[in-house]
């Protein structure tokens, strides 16, 4: 089975504060990829971030952070410094690259961020 | 260079109404997925298009079909709307083979009353 997990629902911070959002994935496939996207009301799906299984290297971009982990399945994304723009619903994703064309994201349910100021 | 984009933004229907959403993919690129995303979910792929031809598909009725014409522009048709159609409906576009690299396009909300 695929599947990604990501367990907080929302959360809520302060202006400035760090937070991190959790993504847990689950996957038999060897080669994948993981991704990030930010959905602000709007609704429009911006690309954060795509890491494939064999780059374990974590990423800084400005104040955003990302920390690959295969031996726990994880890939969560830490947000340095919080501003009210960062403030939208948050996407992790799984892209297996299995034979035959069973190649579709698999999306978790996401998780609310609320800046505040 | 135009990236990918949907009509219309916002679309009302009655329930048992059919409705065509539609997508153009970033200059390039041959191959559209398309999306549903219901209030508080993650999207749920639907299916996805390339040579004209629906090549992988969600678990979603047949009620919901498509299309993808020679300049790779796509279609998507819900027929008999249901009040749980109501969602987002997203377009993502890629070059075949590339799934990894999707653009997404603004989105269609889609209300059934």
């Known amino acids: 089975a695929q599947k990604v997990t990501q367990a907080q629902t929302e959360i809520s911070v302060v202006e400035k504060e760090d937070v991190t959002l959790d993504c847990v994935y689950e996957?038999?496939?060897?080669?994948?990829?993981l991704f990030w996207y930010k959905q602000p009301p709007s609704g429009e799906l911006v690309f954060l971030i795509r890491r494939n299984s064999f780059d374990e290297q974590n990423e800084i971009s400005g104040r955003y952070s990302w920390n690959f982990q295969k031996s726990t399945s994880s890939f969560n994304f830490t947000i340095t410094a919080s501003q009210v723009v960062d403030s939208a619903v948050y996407f992790c994703?799984?892209?297996?690259?299995?034979?035959?064309?069973?190649?579709?994201?698999?999306w978790g349910l996401g998780t609310s961020l609320a800046v505040n100021p | 260079d135009a990236g990918v984009t949907q009509s219309p933004t916002h679309l009302i229907k009655t329930r048992g109404q059919q409705v065509t959403l539609r997508c153009s993919p970033k200059?390039?690129?041959?191959?559209v997925s398309w999306y549903q995303q219901a209030l508080g979910q993650g999207p749920q792929f639907i299916f996805q298009y390339y040579e004209e031809e629906e090549r992988q598909r969600g678990n979603f009725p047949d009620r919901f079909s498509g299309h993808q014409f020679p300049n790779y522009s796509s279609e998507l048709n819900v027929n008999a709307l249901l009040l749980g159609d109501s969602a987002l409906y997203l377009c993502?576009?890629?070059?075949?083979?590339?799934?990894?690299?999707?653009?997404f396009g603004p989105g269609t909300r889609l209300t059934v009353t």
């Open positions: 994703a799984l892209l297996t690259r299995r034979a035959g064309n069973n190649r579709k994201l698999i």
């Open positions: 993502a576009s890629s070059l075949r083979d590339t799934e990894y690299e999707q653009y």
């Open positions: 996957t038999r496939d060897t080669t994948y990829y």
């Open positions: 200059s390039g690129h041959d191959t």
